[in-house]
């Protein structure tokens, strides 16, 4: 049996570095919320219908960006990035406690960063490839995803962070190590332990919103 | 005025006793959910059990499914956990986080401040209908961090309920400089035997060395010698309310646990040495006795000094409770302490340990026991009445929990019984109301 799939529309967003292109998928009726999706760095074609695909079926509108494109950029730089992408969702009428923001990887670690700097409903970072200096306090619930064979940041820096967030955030945050994986585990993948770290991540991430994104009133469900 | 058919309380013998039909009685059970719990504060928590905005429990309270949660600014509330359209659990989690529950079996969503946020569908509803809110107890509010909630919107406030019993949740969280917390991780066992028989073990000196043999074996093999004669010295207090303790003299904080190292001791030490700074002698000495105390009906808080467990009881029949037990603990303490705390907590009180277990074998005998009703019917609560002060093995703290259940449950009012007042020891005050924390 063929299920629906929606291919994105290809868009541009203006940001203060320059122009970045966008992946969009709009929704008729009165959706459940919006999520930005920050992909891997040169993963927005691999990632982007997919991951897109899964948050529509659970009512969210999704723009999707890689944000190491347009070239290096400093941390302000991608912040004002996700500012921008921001601003094109609230030109559809969704405020920032609507608005969802899922990354991987590269946009993993944006996604953390922008937890401290954006009053959105919920964030998610998947094996984002560094947590350095853990930027608190969060202003948006944060969930972080993690590879225990991710060399980019060992379990040892996830306890960090973690102790690091529990006490000098006063927003609920949580990570989940996963065993026997390292990083690009959100994409499906026949051995067990890889498998079971995907339907798991997809599972959290997809809860974490549901939690905590504001509903648009009179949602379908 | 009448006279109940469930106590006889006989001064001149002197004799109390108290008949078996009120743990095995399905009106008396009955009877009990609404005259006592419908009409009391009831714990549901701690509040440092939600650390963070939105986090949430979800616990059962007089039959009652609640959700015990922070809303989004930090605010402690409860609500009834389930959803206003058509009755479903929104809840099914024992804890978390969220600030939106979305009813999983129509889809409508509420926020953690009980407001409805949508609801699938809208359209179905006139423009006038009004969208319900979720559901809350009549009163909630928390002395010290203990958060109860009553059903009785005409109940008499919290502090003027908690009467007596302040001063030893005072006596308890005046022990961590932080602020006690309760510890990630709940002990949870059901017991079948009514509720009452464990209310009554909770105050009951009496029954420690022969029940609980075992552990003393334990401490007399780990210390090189156990002499537990202090305990005999503790008092029976009535705390007013029906709420009761037994409270040690000051060398009882001392006798449980594992022995601590010169280092952990020195540690243990230090602390209460800063505590008499700010406190004074007086209430330190109170601090240092171990006291075990029953708020009025069902919240349970053991305070060894070097552990304390809080302790919920929840009837769920007459021959059956679900009990929930909690660790608080002061935040600031270093490792080994803790570590003696943590031990404690499983080996004596925890459902493995070697004390809990016996006493839910020796309740569960009383309750099967009680078949044989018919032939015996009454059980004997008398021991040191004829005591000029009764001691913490005596069962006046048993009698005065019995006669403010025997009030509510009939309407007779027992006069309290005349005893000796209590000593210096037991009266002791903080030395400057400045630290006088109560909310």
Request: with cysteine.
């Given at each position: 049996m063929e299920f629906l799939r929606i291919a994105p529309e290809i868009s541009e967003v203006a940001s203060p570095r320059g122009v970045l292109r966008v992946?969009?998928?709009?929704?008729?009726?009165?959706?459940?919320?919006?999520?930005?999706v920050l992909c891997d760095a040169d993963a927005l074609e691999q990632d982007a219908p997919e991951v897109m695909n899964g948050l529509a079926e659970h009512g969210y509108e999704s723009l999707a960006v890689d944000l190491s494109s347009p070239g290096p950029a400093r941390d302000d730089e991608l912040l004002r990035d996700v500012a921008a992408l921001l601003g094109r969702l609230g030109e559809r009428g969704w405020s920032a406690e609507q608005i969802g923001l899922v990354g991987y990887g590269f946009g993993g670690r944006v996604a953390l960063l922008a937890s401290a700097e954006f009053g959105l409903g919920g964030a998610v970072s998947v094996a984002p490839t560094g947590v350095e200096v853990p930027p608190i306090p969060l202003r948006a619930p944060w969930l972080g995803l993690f590879g225990d064979l991710d060399g980019n940041v060992p379990p040892q820096a996830v306890r960090e962070l973690r102790e690091a967030l529990d006490s000098g955030s006063p927003v609920h945050s949580e990570t989940v190590g996963?065993?026997?994986?390292?990083?690009?585990?959100?994409?499906?993948?026949?051995?067990?332990l890889a498998h079971a770290a995907a339907f798991d991540s997809w599972q959290r991430t997809v809860e974490w919103l549901n939690l905590r994104v504001v509903p648009a009133a009179g949602t379908r469900g | 005025m009448p006279v109940s058919e469930y106590i006889v309380d006989d001064r001149?013998?002197?004799?109390?006793?108290?008949?078996r039909k009120t743990m095995t009685d399905g009106e008396v059970f009955a009877r009990e959910r609404e005259l006592i719990f419908n009409h009391s504060w009831l714990y549901i928590g701690h509040e440092t059990e939600l650390r963070k905005p939105n986090d949430f429990k979800t616990r059962t309270v007089a039959g009652r499914p609640l959700i015990f949660a922070k809303d989004a600014k930090g605010k402690v509330r409860v609500w009834v956990n389930s959803c206003p359209h058509r009755g479903a659990m929104l809840c099914r989690e024992s804890g978390g986080n969220a600030r939106f529950m979305t009813c999983f079996?129509?889809?409508?969503?509420?926020?953690?401040?009980?407001?409805?946020v949508s609801v699938p569908g809208d359209d179905g509803y006139g423009p006038d209908f009004e969208r319900p809110s979720l559901a809350a107890p009549a009163k909630v509010d928390s002395y010290r961090g203990f958060?109860?909630?009553?059903?009785?919107?005409?109940?008499?406030?919290?502090?003027?309920?908690?009467?007596?019993?302040?001063?030893?949740?005072?006596?308890?969280?005046?022990?961590?400089?932080?602020?006690m917390r309760i510890l990630e991780g709940t002990h949870e066992y059901s017991v079948k035997a009514n509720w009452k028989l464990l209310v009554e073990n909770s105050v009951d000196g009496y029954h420690a060395v022969s029940t609980h043999q075992r552990y003393f074996e334990m401490m007399t093999a780990a210390h090189g010698g156990f002499a537990p004669t202090a305990l005999g010295q503790s008092r029976g207090i009535d705390l007013g309310n029906g709420h009761v303790a037994i409270a040690g003299e000051p060398s009882t904080g001392g006798l449980f646990g594992r022995p601590l190292s010169e280092a952990g001791k020195a540690e243990k030490t230090e602390r209460f040495d800063r505590f008499r700074e700010k406190y004074g002698d007086a209430w330190v000495d109170r601090m240092g006795g171990a006291r075990n105390m029953v708020i009025f009906p069902n919240l349970v808080v053991i305070d060894l000094v070097m552990?304390?467990?809080?302790?919920?009881?929840?009837?769920?029949?007459?021959?059956?409770?679900?009990?929930?037990?909690?660790?608080?603990?002061?935040?600031?303490?270093?490792?080994?302490?803790?570590?003696?705390?943590?031990?404690?907590?499983?080996?004596?009180?925890?459902?493995?340990?070697?004390?809990?277990?016996?006493?839910v074998e020796a309740l569960e005998t009383c309750q099967r026991s009680y078949a044989a009703q018919r032939e015996l019917p009454w059980s004997d609560v008398s021991r040191g009445m004829s005591r000029s002060a009764p001691t913490g093995s005596d069962e006046f703290q048993m009698r005065t929990?019995?006669?403010?259940?025997?009030?509510?449950?009939?309407?007779e009012k027992l006069p309290p019984e005349e005893h000796a007042p209590l000593d210096g020891v037991h009266t002791g005050n903080r030395q400057s109301p400045d630290h006088a924390t109560a909310q």
């Open positions: 992946a969009e998928i709009k929704l008729g009726g009165v959706p459940r919320g919006a999520v930005v996963y065993p026997g994986v390292g990083a690009g585990f959100h994409r499906d993948a026949p051995k067990v | 001149e013998m002197p004799r109390f006793r108290v008949n079996y129509h889809g409508w969503s509420f926020s953690s401040s009980g407001d409805l958060v109860f909630v009553s059903f009785d919107p005409g109940i008499v406030d919290l502090p003027t309920h908690l009467a007596g019993a302040k001063d030893l949740l005072d006596l308890v969280c005046d022990q961590s400089e932080a602020g552990g304390v467990v809080v302790r919920r009881i929840e009837p769920l029949a007459p021959d059956c409770m679900e009990v929930t037990a909690w660790h608080l603990a002061p935040p600031e303490e270093g490792e080994e302490l803790h570590k003696q705390r943590l031990d404690n907590f499983l080996t004596f009180w925890g459902p493995g340990g070697l004390a809990s277990p016996d006493d929990w019995w006669r403010r259940w025997n009030e509510l449950i009939t309407g």
